[in-house]
């Protein structure tokens, strides 16, 4: 037999050899797996692979390190058919608070390996958010572990599973669960927590030939059920590419959240071996340690220094209930998991010291503060509310709000009551309030597209507010100092102080007139019944803000009248010198067309009659597709009396197109008991 023969034959045979090898393998824990990890990805001394730590906002990858061959040659057709695959995983989320987590995971097949574009939070370290694609370029399958719900990609609930392809909108969800065999036919359907912090099994099992990809949920304990939890017909040639990488990806928010895999088994056509849960590395403790038997032994040794200890821990105790104490009624048991105790934000904020001071308003003092169980970064709102009356419904409110989830939102995390006060918490946001940068002389000044970029930001969350969520949610404060930045210098609505729910369809009810002046729509003033159409008025003036760079009622007019910012705007639009009003700090800097489109989009928000204002949907409409808005009506002619009807005891407004004009005191704030 000639030897260049026979050494073409063994090549063959050690390739053939590799790649069976690469098609089944099974990790009892993963200390010898030699995973391609990123992130925060890493494999503990235990072997557990710990994909998230408490750090927020952030993104884990961990991929099986040699690429798949997922499609093959048909004998009868040169058309590359997918092959059958079945994998299994034991996963755990560990979060430490009951009932709450950041985002969860997903089991990926990917072309590549690096996701080093794509997007922590809702994205799951698998989307990019900026133009909409996967990280990977395309052709991604993922089935993701999901326990928050996200309007934006249609999420059934907070605790779901769901497949997805090239998207975060799921082609096929369903709420976490499995039917048990041994209830009858088909098995009744038992619920389960993903974020349980207990174990469980997934199994994700494709039928090349039936095309049919098989999704099934379980506690560890349980056999794998007969009944999948989710079926899709699929063709995986048209999704995959070849070869492709298999594993996982997590993301982290703004909760500190584990999420944790202790074994996986894969296999190309045919099953994936089981996993042997005696040899799975644990899951790391919760709580204290155990006490350990010799202090049980030396215990009785000791009670009389005990004894004289807790006499003179007594004072101490009654010196710390006395700096601690809270208001604690029993209705208040069902918002247990949004109630933060007060020590704890107590020695977040040091005291609240003044050194953690981050701005003081009409609703009350803000601190910055660290939690020390989770490392989580927060900022708290000690607002006084000093009656009774409303605090349950108030409170109800708050948890509400606490719920919305969206990307341009500040996140309400929860609430603590003390004697006549009400300590709000939110996510801590880096770059703190856009007012500073528009009239701070001592902050670097916004560009044009950083400017864009914040208004189209606000604009998304007042179209989650008031179409997306499950009820409408009126802001009733928006403006300039109440949209925070990010690290990245994303904008982010919030202070939910004012804010106000009702159903969708229902009627809101006349409240006390809150808010603040130059933002207030003439019809709020006038009746008192805040709307939708009340939150696009007071947005079109935080439009005119943002790109003159003034504020909606400012002093510095004739005899140092007040000079209402959009009088002076439609003047000058009316002159023909509408670019006069851009912020001198943008001269020759920004985009025209989108310029005069965001002043007139401000100018047809804020008009007088409520019907002739666009919706926030229309708005974001016009904003991303840069659509013309319709000129300007007639009726515009008579805005500035009916702007007068809110800031009764000033005089005429002051009118000049100069945009050098001088300007003078911020816009005060108007109260009203409650919120």
């Known amino acids: 037999m000639p030897a260049s023969f026979v050494l073409v034959l063994l090549l063959v045979i050690h390739a053939a050899s590799t790649d069976a090898d690469n098609s089944q393998f099974v990790h009892q824990g993963f200390a010898a797996a030699g995973l391609a990890l990123d992130g925060l990805a890493v494999v503990t001394p235990g072997g557990l692979l710990a994909l998230t730590n408490t750090t927020d906002q952030a993104k884990a990858h961990a991929f099986h390190p040699v690429p798949l061959h997922f499609l093959s040659k048909s004998s009868s057709s040169s058309a590359a058919a997918a092959r059958s695959f079945s994998t299994c995983f034991v996963f755990a989320i560990v979060s430490p608070y009951d009932g709450l987590s950041s985002h969860g995971l997903a089991f990926v097949v990917s072309p590549t390996a690096n996701l080093s574009t794509a997007n922590a ?11 909409g694609t996967t990280a990977a370029g395309g052709r991604v399958l993922a089935v993701e572990l999901d326990t928050i719900t996200d309007a934006e990609f249609h999420d059934i609930n907070s605790n779901h599973v769901g497949v997805d392809v090239n998207s975060m909108i799921s082609a096929q969800a369903k709420p976490a669960g499995y039917y048990d065999d041994g209830d009858g036919a088909g098995g009744a359907f038992r619920a389960l927590t993903l974020n349980s912090r207990k174990p469980m099994q997934l199994w994700v099992e494709y039928d090349g030939k039936a095309r049919r990809l098989d999704v099934t949920l379980a506690p560890v304990e349980v056999p794998k059920p007969n009944k999948p939890l989710l079926s899709v017909s699929i063709d995986l040639s048209t999704v995959v590419a070849d070869p492709v990488y298999v594993g996982f990806s997590a993301a982290t928010g703004v909760l500190s959240t584990h999420h944790y895999v202790l074994g996986w088994s894969f296999s190309l056509d045919g099953p994936a ?34 004894v004289a200890a807790a006499l003179t821990a007594v004072l101490v105790i009654v010196r710390r209930r006395r700096r601690y104490a809270e208001v604690r009624e029993d209705w208040e048991e069902e918002f247990g998991p949004h109630r933060f105790a007060y020590k704890d934000l107590f020695r977040a904020t040091d005291g609240f010291k003044d050194h953690n001071l981050l701005g003081v308003g009409g609703f009350g003092r803000v601190y910055k503060g660290t939690l020390t169980a989770s490392n989580l970064e927060i900022a708290v709102k000690k607002v006084s509310h000093g009656s009774k009356q409303g605090v349950r419904e108030f409170v109800a409110e708050v948890v509400s709000i606490g719920r919305l989830r969206h990307r341009n939102l500040v996140q309400l995390l929860g609430y603590c009551r003390r004697k006549g006060e009400l300590l709000l918490v939110y996510d801590y946001m880096a770059n703190g309030s856009l007012d500073k940068y528009l009239y701070d002389q001592s902050k670097p000044s916004l560009s044009w597209r950083q400017r864009y970029w914040i208004i189209k930001c606000v604009a998304s ?59 207030l729509a003439p019809e709020l003033v006038r009746d008192g019944k805040a709307t939708p159409s009340t939150d696009v008025f007071a947005f079109g003036a935080f439009l005119l803000e943002v790109v003159c760079g003034r504020r909606p009622i400012e002093r510095g007019g004739h005899n140092n009248d007040p000079v209402v910012l959009v009088d002076w705007v439609i003047d000058c639009h009316r002159d023909g010198s509408l670019l006069g009003v851009v912020d001198p700090r943008l001269a020759g800097t920004y985009d025209t067309e989108e310029v005069t489109l965001v002043l007139n989009l401000g100018m047809m928000c804020l008009h007088p009659l409520p019907n002739m204002r666009p919706s926030m949907r229309k708005v974001a409409q016009y904003l991303d597709s840069s659509q013309p808005v319709p000129d300007l009506s007639p009726s515009y002619s008579s805005y500035n009396m009916m702007m007068l009807t809110q800031i009764q005891g000033f005089g005429s407004s002051a009118r000049s197109c100069d945009p050098s004009t001088s300007v003078g005191a911020s816009s005060s704030t108007v109260f009203s008991e409650g919120r």
């Open 121 to 131: 939070g809702q994205y799951l370290g698998l989307l990019n958010a900026t133009n």
């Open 273 to 306: 071996p089981p996993l042997d849960f005696s040899k799975l590395p644990a899951l790391p403790r919760l709580g204290p340690k155990p006490r350990s038997k010799a202090l049980d032994v030396a215990l009785p040794l000791t009670t009389a220094l005990l």
């Open 461 to 519: 969350s007042l179209l989650y507010l008031h179409e997306d969520w499950e009820q409408v949610v009126i802001h009733r404060d928006v403006k300039a100092s109440n949209v925070l930045l990010d690290r990245e210098m994303n904008g982010r609505l919030g202070d939910f102080g004012l804010a106000r729910l009702y159903d969708h369809g229902a009627d809101p009810q006349t409240t006390h007139v809150v808010g603040t002046m130059g933002y």
